[in-house]
């Protein structure tokens, strides 16, 4: 059964009807939203359910989309956050992957002005490869660009999405070997994105990084994931009651190949090993359960079922 991310929006009211379905197909809930009288349910689901899902929807002023980013957590690198390297669409980019269901983290490489100073030291290497991807933001030169990415994307293992202001044609040139993805004409600006041709890039930086992610999700499935993440932050919910009183809006933050728990590693990861998922089989036996460098939180990486012969 293959699970693909989608959001439902409907009326708050008999809701309910749809969020049984889904669990009654298999699929899972990853965050659920409450805005006035509407409620947005962020979702996994079964491929070949969706329409099925549609059809029950209509009735109750539902609708269906397709959210390519749901269940995913984006690293959303600058290169500095001073005044002299004003970097307002990291801000932007950032909240617009979280509308369209993606959980970002801002991650700020603060060195100093100009290409003469340029790092990524070790804690800032370890938070970026704890996400699925990262979207590098660089300036408008491309020998600056040239000059810092060798540096910057040094032991970087997820795949890169870099936006600069040079054209992509230009960044695919400039930058060896290449990474992932690209997006030009994306610079350094002392506003917001607001106009109409700033919104048109957004919206070319969001299909690069789905583009992306969909090259990663078919590369796990070559050798599926022993479980899948989203059932496991369900029953982490069942079995670690804490997490419930984690005052973040993600508590338990899925990601494509495992989850973020948000509670202290020394005093929780062996309780999440011992999480039980059915026939006697724990957490600890599909997945390394691993200790933060974002905080004092506990990180999940659900092993495929190559290394452990499992799939639950």
């Not at 269906?64 to 005044?83: C, F, H, K, W």
Request: charged share 30%; with cysteine.
């Amino acid at each position: 059964m293959t699970l693909v991310p989608v959001t439902y929006k409907g009326g708050i009211f008999q809701h309910d009807i749809v969020v049984d379905l889904i669990e009654d197909l298999g699929g899972y809930i990853v965050q659920k939203h409450i805005i006035a009288q509407e409620v947005v349910l962020q979702c996994f689901v079964p491929r070949e359910d969706i329409e099925l899902i549609r059809q029950i929807s209509r009735p109750l002023f539902g609708e269906v989309t397709d959210s390519p980013l749901v269940g995913t957590e984006i690293a959303i690198v600058s290169m500095s956050l001073e005044i002299h390297h004003l970097p307002h669409p990291s801000c932007d980019i950032a909240e617009y992957v979280r509308r369209l269901g993606a959980k970002s983290n801002m991650v700020s490489l603060a060195r100093g002005p100009g290409k003469r100073i340029a790092g990524l030291n070790d804690e800032e290497r370890d938070v970026i490869n704890e996400h699925d991807i990262a979207v590098y933001l660089m300036g408008n030169f491309e020998t600056c660009i040239e000059y810092k990415m060798p540096t910057l994307r040094r032991g970087i293992e997820v795949p890169i999405v870099l936006c600069g202001g040079p054209d992509k044609e230009v960044l695919e040139r400039i930058i060896d070997p290449p990474v992932e993805g690209y997006v030009g004409n994306v610079g350094r600006f002392m506003r917001r994105t607001k106009e109409a041709d700033e919104l048109a890039k957004l919206d070319e930086i969001i299909d690069e990084i789905t583009r992306v992610l969909e090259k990663k999700r078919e590369e796990i499935a070559k050798d599926p994931l022993s479980v899948y993440p989203a059932r496991l932050m369900g029953l982490i919910r069942e079995q670690i009651p804490e997490i419930l009183d984690v005052t973040s809006p993600t508590p338990l933050t899925v990601q494509i190949a495992g989850l973020r728990v948000k509670l202290p590693y020394d005093t929780f990861a062996e309780r999440v090993k011992k999480v039980a998922i059915e026939d006697g089989i724990t957490l600890g036996e599909v997945a390394e359960v691993l200790p933060s460098r974002m905080r004092d939180y506990v990180i999940v990486k659900v092993l495929p079922f190559s290394e452990t012969n499992i799939a639950v």
